[in-house]
């Protein structure tokens, strides 16, 4: 029993304010795993756009690169598949990759050969 002079909660209230919170939490954490996951997805993205802009330039300086070829690495856990293929003036390059979810992701890029 409280007395006039005492604040506080009782043990019931506490008890709910848990239960609402932990519903909550419960309610958000397949939302924070699917963000883990796409944020997980588009560093693999970024890692390998930044291959394909290097490849990309290398194609269009002519360093030490064939076109009409492919490349299969690994960079970073990352298995991916660099192709070109001949476009009148420049070159289509590709790059393939797999995302850790299992989706399959192609970019390309067209470069003109100086």
């Known amino acids: 029993m409280l007395r006039q002079d005492e604040h506080g ?60 070829g492919s490349f299969t690495g690994i960079r970073k856990d990352i298995p991916y598949e660099i192709n070109s293929r001949e476009k009148q003036e420049g070159a289509m390059v590709c790059i393939d990759w797999k995302q850790p979810s299992g989706d399959k992701e192609e970019k390309c890029l067209y470069v003109e050969m100086e």
């Open 9 to 68: 909660l009782t043990l019931i209230e506490v008890i709910t304010a848990l239960s609402i919170l932990s519903i909550l939490f419960m309610a958000m954490l397949p939302i924070y795993t699917f963000l883990i996951s796409e944020q997980h997805d588009m560093e693999i993205e970024k890692r390998a756009l930044a291959l394909l802009d290097r490849e990309s330039i290398k194609y269009a300086t002519g360093e030490d690169v064939s076109i009409g």
